[in-house]
């Protein structure tokens, strides 16, 4: 599973992970889905969704 976490998908997190933050702690919107904070063509969204996908396949 760790061929999953790809470098772009650990920039997109830990982007998001700053953007939802202030002052070290998480803000209310913090607690959205990815797809209710980014629009569809963001390609942060676009890496969290590729990685769901390998990650329901090997279920």
Do not use: C
Not at 9 to 20: F, G, K, P
Not at 40 to 56: C, G, H, M, P, Y
């Amino acid at each position: 599973m760790t061929d999953f976490i790809t470098d772009k998908l650990s920039d997109a997190l830990d982007e998001l992970e700053n953007y939802h933050t202030f002052d070290g702690k998480f803000w209310k919107y913090s607690r959205l889905r990815a797809e209710e904070l980014l629009p569809a063509d963001d390609w942060r969204l676009q890496e969290i969704l590729k990685f769901r996908k390998k990650v329901s396949e090997e279920k």
